[in-house]
């Protein structure tokens, strides 16, 4: 496929680029990252830059968390096998299961989440 120029909209400003991904994977993709932008908002004040920054941070560490996750999973589960306690896909969904994934990968490796960051920077820790 080849590229072409595209404007997706992030936080009411138009980002303009060059793709070949489908109009269905942008539009995903701008409203994943608008969510995360939402998300982040109340914790940036009025600054759009703190906001973009906070958002990319908590991408990055949803991003960087999955792939723990999943090179600790691949390496603990031999091919074709079931792992205990393995949960269907569904449940929960959005910054609710961020945050709680977050935690509990926080509690099992000693680390602190963003949303850690977050909430005591908010006053609710």
Partial sequence: ????????????????FYTD?????????SK????????TSGFSGDSSYNNAVLSAVSLA?????TEQRMRLSAEMQKP????????????EKGSAARKRSAREDGKVRGQ????????????QA
């Fill in 32 to 39: 994943r990252v608008n969510a995360a932008m939402r998300e």
């Fill in 61 to 65: 560490d949803e991003l960087l968390r």
């Fill in 21 to 29: 991904d489908s109009d269905e994977y942008l539009s995903l993709l």
């Fill in 112 to 123: 602190i989440s963003v949303w850690d960051m977050l909430e005591k920077k908010d006053g």
């Fill in 1 to 16: 496929m080849e590229k072409r120029k595209v404007t997706v909209f992030i936080a009411g400003q138009p980002c303009t």
């Fill in 80 to 91: 074709g096998e079931k792992k205990a306690g393995e949960k269907k896909p569904g449940g």
